[in-house]
């Protein structure tokens, strides 16, 4: 093998997830297709930009020196949540890679105003703080980072939705004692 003069040509592409990618560079705004889109690469003279989701959502966030984001996306259904309840009707916004900017946006989810926004966490449900804006016919919050959402006519009663709990025992030093040193 010390003598040999075969060569081999090999090629190697990384997929994590074992979807093959392609990166869109120099992206500077504009409609991203679900199951067309991958990672993006912002062009460095972008600011800020707004990014359509098709006619699903929005979000506009600045992204002065963003690095390359996995915005691959889909309104695929989730029956495993809308299992929870099965009296209501449920559709979902999956950011797939749970991409997070260097910068706070604000996300619009188009949907009717009677509905109501939950954030899918690890198969539970919860309440997103969100207000409707009637000019845009979404829901819209500020976000860094774009997660899984849930769209239901109705709103999911309690033991269907968790909520942050606000523990009235817990301390801003993280819960660690200052042992008594005796001076």
């Known amino acids: 093998a010390k003598n040999s003069t075969d060569t081999v040509e090999l090629d190697i592409s990384y997929a994590p997830d074992g979807v093959d990618y392609t990166v869109r560079n120099k992206f500077d ?29 929005l979000f506009e966030v600045d992204v002065t020196g963003q690095g390359r984001q996995n915005l691959a996306w889909n309104t695929d259904f989730n029956s495993e949540v809308a299992d929870l ?8 916004v999956t950011f ?27 198969g539970k449900l919860k309440a997103v703080n969100a207000e409707y804006d009637e000019d845009y016919e979404a829901w819209t919050f500020k976000t860094r980072t ?38």
């Open 29 to 57: 705004g504009g409609v991203l297709d679900s199951g067309d889109t991958g990672i993006v690469a912002f062009d460095s003279d972008a600011g800020e930009i707004e990014i359509e989701f098709e006619e699903t959502a």
């Open 96 to 122: 797939e890679g749970n991409p997070s900017f260097n910068k706070n946006g604000t996300m619009y989810i188009y949907a009717d105003a009677d509905t109501y926004l939950y954030q899918v966490v690890d």
């Open 146 to 183: 774009l997660k899984s959402y849930a769209i239901s006519d109705v709103e999911l009663t309690e033991k269907t939705v968790t909520e942050d709990k606000d523990d009235a025992s817990s301390t801003t030093d993280g819960g660690k004692e200052n042992p008594d040193t005796g001076r």
């Open 85 to 92: 309840d099965k009296s209501a009707n449920m559709d979902f």
